[in-house]
């Protein structure tokens, strides 16, 4: 019977799913939009929570997960912000 000793070496916790969904919807609102950005964050705090406490993997991919997606609801509000300008002053 094994106790997870894999050649002398324990074999890495599990990866916690809401992390790998966090970096995908912050990757993934390139296509999908500001949305997919807000669930990131959500999902990204969710997960840091929850590896805190089952100390499972995956923090690096929630932090990432929260940081793309600020950055994509910034780049979109500067947008929408320029569009308006933009708009505003051709009429």
Known sequence: ????NVG???APGRTNGLAIASLCCGIGQIVAGA???IVAIVLGIVALQQIRV????G???AVAGIVL???GIVV???LVVVILAIARHAS
């Open 76 to 78: 979109t509000a500067v």
């Open 35 to 37: 949305i997919a950005g």
């Open 8 to 10: 002398g070496q324990y």
């Open 59 to 61: 923090r690096g991919m």
């Open 69 to 71: 997606g600020i950055i």
């Open 54 to 57: 089952t100390g499972a993997q």
């Open 1 to 4: 019977m094994t106790d997870g």
